[in-house]
């Protein structure tokens, strides 16, 4: 098992589109290195925008990097393309179903794709709306049945032949939270099987409910990886205090910089923001230093460190801007 | 409601989930269960599929063969003692059907896969690499166009007027077979790379612009030579494809109708599917790779 070659390994990945009319050149991904083990469930966590739907369109070997080199199962993404669809398995972010065909019948000729006969890709269609409870859509047409629906037989469409790595792309985007926690438990299960998975998303807590390993990406770099709890204890994560004054912020707050167990204070006008590894009274403390200078409080918010407090501290941007 | 199914059908999924049965993802293997998809796709629409490109040639032929001479219209080509308006007519709304037919099953489901949801990734995502999966697309369509074509056969054959019958023999099975095979691939590789450089939004400019001017100017109402008088639009018309396919019909179905030396549409139709679907194919992956 430890011989076999990493399920994805990536240095300075790039993809800048090219310009096109008025549009200039877009630098999508910027020089991305990934090492995800086998066995791993693994997340690309980043805002809309930030070059996740590209990484993995590249490792996937529908979008072809500009720079750096990408390996998946140990083939190159570009000369063993087709060698690399044999082995991965991808949930894209749209219903990319075959709306010529059931529901059935798209797995049927995916599992025809990947060499199986007729009569043994019938058999597993069959088997996996069963496991998957879609029994009843198996002759529906995919797009008439719920978002939720389609995207379990996605799943399904990529566990059809049995790949060696699960990608997905945003599963849960627009899908209500029963059906997004029913999903995690179809995903956590497949982890629990020995799954690879490889996954992207812009929810905080989907990161941090599935994944072993999170790397944080905005504007196609990689700001930060680890696991969950390493990242929110080495990459300065500390609780984010924010206020808000009614007047431009007072000058003593800048002094709390120097205290102990206060990581940075950043005054932007009448907002303040202080990274603070032991918040214990400071929220108090900013109204009390507001007060005393005659100036009010409108809006406090205090973040315990969380993947959304990581992505504040790298970026110095909220998260959902 | 469907919550609880997923809820119960769900939990213990991978668990149990066995790994496929053994399989050979061998790269014919994987083309032979594309082509399995688009005749399965076909016998579903079959109706619907070919009425669409069956009522205009038999409206023709009944109008044109049919209908006129009982008026005593006389639609003779050639003059007295000349050809029948039904023998110029077999081999030309045969053509234009492989034409339309292939050209038409090509671009409507490449419209929807290329922009509506990018489905295309579900055929890109199987393991053969994405040109080939070009010309999976330009092989199924020209099999589409040759249906088709020989579905128009009977009507053009037999809805005439009394004394009015086509004049038809096979007097060159090899020449029949290479043309019709040739120009439907033709067809579906023309029809490959419109599709992949078109604005989707101008689709419906395609029968305004390119398909009815290919038909009604193709040779498909007369033959190519009796262009003669019209110097220029006969010039014209070396550049329609549907043209070389009507006179090779003609060619190899009414011989006694004047019609173009073989090695002229031969060269036509085969060179013009080799660089066709060699342009199509280039086009099509730059559509489906970014």
């Not at chain 1, 590894?277 to 100036?295: F, H, K, M, Y």
């Not at chain 2, 308006?85 to 099953?105: D, E, H, K, N, R």
């Not at chain 2, 009977?154 to 099975?173: C, E, R, S, T, Y």
Request: hydrophobic letters at 45%; a neutral charge.
């Amino acid at each position: 098992m430890t011989e076999s070659p990493a399920a994805v390994h990536t240095v300075d990945l790039r993809k800048t589109y090219p310009a096109s009319g008025p549009r200039p050149a877009v630098p999508a991904v910027r020089g991305i290195d990934l090492n995800v083990p086998r066995g791993e469930f693994f997340g690309l966590l980043g805002p809309n925008g930030a070059g996740k739907s590209t990484t993995i369109g590249m490792l996937t070997t529908l979008v072809s990097p500009t720079g750096g080199s990408a390996h998946v199962c140990g083939l190159d993404v570009v000369d063993d393309a087709v060698e690399i669809k044999r082995r991965i398995g991808v949930v894209s972010q749209n219903n990319t179903l075959d709306s010529d065909l059931t529901v059935a019948e798209n797995l049927e000729f995916r599992g025809r794709y990947f060499g199986l006969g007729a009569r043994d890709a019938r058999r597993r269609a069959d088997e996996l709306l069963e496991l998957f409870g879609l029994t009843e859509q198996r002759s529906g047409n995919p797009f008439e049945i719920s978002g939720g629906q389609a995207k379990r037989v996605m799943i399904c469409r990529a566990l059809v032949h049995g790949p060696e790595v699960l990608f997905l792309d945003e599963p849960t985007a627009g899908l209500d939270p029963q059906t997004r926690a029913n999903l995690w438990d179809v995903l956590r299960g497949l982890q629990a099987a020995g799954q690879t998975i490889v996954l992207t998303t812009h929810y905080m807590e989907e990161a941090e409910a599935l994944c072993d390993r999170v790397a944080v990406v905005d504007h196609g770099e990689i700001l930060a990886s680890g696991t969950v709890d390493e990242l929110k204890s080495t990459a300065g994560a500390d609780t984010v205090i924010t206020v808000a004054y009614d007047a431009a912020a007072p000058s003593g707050i800048r002094a709390l910089a120097d205290r102990d167990g206060i990581t940075k204070v950043e005054v932007n006008d009448g907002q303040v923001r202080v990274f603070a590894s032991d918040p214990g009274g400071l929220l108090g403390e900013l109204v009390t230093i507001g007060s005393r200078a005659g100036v009010g409080v409108t809006d406090a918010t205090q973040l315990r460190p969380s993947l959304e407090t990581v992505f504040l501290t790298l970026t110095g941007r909220d998260y959902r801007e | 409601m469907s919550a609880s199914t997923a809820g119960t059908g769900t939990g213990a999924v991978p668990a149990v989930l066995a790994p496929p049965p053994p399989a050979r993802a061998t790269i014919p293997r994987t083309f032979a269960a594309m082509m399995a998809r688009e005749a399965r796709v076909m016998r579903k629409n079959f109706l619907s599929t070919f009425l669409r490109v069956l009522v205009q040639p038999v409206l023709f032929v009944f109008v044109f063969a049919y209908v006129l001479p009982k008026l005593g219209g006389g639609a003779t080509a050639g003059g007295p003692g000349g050809p029948s308006f039904a023998t110029i007519l077999v081999p030309g709304l045969v053509g234009s059907s492989i034409i339309m037919q292939a050209m038409m099953a090509v671009i409507f489901p490449l419209m929807m896969e290329l922009n509506w949801q990018k489905s295309i990734t579900d055929r890109a995502l199987a393991p053969v690499p994405i040109p080939l999966l070009g010309a999976q697309k330009i092989v199924a369509a020209a099999a589409q166009g040759l249906i088709g074509g020989l579905l128009v056969f009977p009507a053009v054959l037999f809805i005439h007027a009394d004394g009015q019958a086509p004049k038809v023999h096979v007097d060159n099975w090899p020449v029949l077979i290479v043309v019709m095979v040739s120009g439907a691939l033709l067809s579906a590789a023309g029809g490959l790379l419109l599709g992949t450089l078109m604005n989707p939004q101008k689709v419906q400019m395609l029968f305004a612009v390119v398909l009815l001017p290919m038909t009604m100017l193709g040779c498909v109402y007369y033959p190519w030579s009796a262009l003669d008088d019209i110097r220029w639009l006969q010039i014209v018309s070396l550049f329609n494809p549907l043209v070389y396919l009507s006179e090779g019909l003609r060619s190899a179905l009414t011989p006694d109708v004047p019609h173009m030396p073989v090695w002229v549409f031969m060269l036509a139709t085969i060179g013009g599917t080799i660089l066709l679907t060699w342009a199509a194919m280039r086009t099509f992956t730059r559509r489906v790779l970014t």
